[in-house]
C-alpha cells in the first residue's frame, strides 16, 4: 500500500499557511488598542532606586492624535505645577520654580524624566507601530499565562529619528496588547530598555494597559512602575491647552 503522509501532508499545508499570522495585521491591531485619537488620565509613576526606595509621582495628561499631548505634574509638591507639551518633534518644558520654559528635542528626547526609567519620548509616545516599523512573526510563546506572538521589528528604511530602531515584542493573542518589549539599539544587540504591561483593564470594546513596567538596562535603579488611575477616551480638548501660553497657566 503507499504510503499516503507525504499526501496527508502536502494536503493539509495551505491551511497552515493561512494559519500563520500576517505580522503588519497584528501590529495595526495592537495601534487599534494602544493609540488614541484624544484622551484625558491621571497616572502615578512609582520610582524605586537601587535600595529600593520609592519615589511617586502623579500626573495628568491629555492627548489629541499622535503628535500633540500635555502632562501636568500634580505631586509630591516639589515636582507640582511641571508640564509638559509636545507639539510634532519638539517638547516643551515648564517648570514653575523657575517660571521657564524651555526646548527639549534631539537627543534630549531620551534622556530620564525624573529620575525615572521613562524618557521623555517615552512620556509622551502615542505613534503607530505599523508606520514605523517592519516586523516578522519569530515565534510563539506563554507569558503571564497568556499565549502570545512573537515579534522582531526593525524601523522602517528611511526613518532614522527613533529612539529604538529594534524591538521584539510579546503580543497577547485574544487582546493584542504588547505585553512584554525588549527595545534595542540599531544594531539589534544591545538592549536598552525593557518593558512589560503588568495588569490591563477594558474600556469599552478597548483592552488597555492598567500597569506599565519599565527597566532602563542603563539605569541603576529598580525600575519605574507606571499606574493608570483613571482614563477617558474621546474626550474634547481645548486646543488652547496646547498652546506654550497655556504651560504658564
Known sequence: ??????????????????????????LRKIDKQMVTES??????????NRRGRETRITSRSWSKGETTSLVEYLSPAREKGVKMLRLEDVLWMYTPQADRVIQI????????????DLSYEDMVDNGKLLDLYDAAVVGEEVFMDRSCYVLRLRVKEGIEDVAYAQRKVWVDKTRYLPLKEERYAKNGT?????????????????WYPKEMFFKDVMAKGQGTLYIIEDIKFGVDIPEYMFTKAALRE
Open 1 to 26: 500500500m503507499r504510503n499516503l503522509l507525504p499526501y496527508l501532508f502536502l494536503g493539509a499545508m495551505p491551511a497552515m499557511l493561512m494559519a500563520q499570522p500576517d505580522a503588519a495585521e497584528i
Open 39 to 48: 484622551a484625558e488620565a491621571t497616572a502615578t509613576m512609582v520610582i524605586t
Open 105 to 116: 528635542s534631539g537627543h534630549m528626547l531620551r534622556q530620564s524624566v525624573s529620575g525615572s
Open 190 to 206: 544591545t538592549l536598552l530598555k525593557n518593558f512589560e504591561i503588568r495588569s490591563v483593564m477594558k474600556i469599552a470594546d478597548r
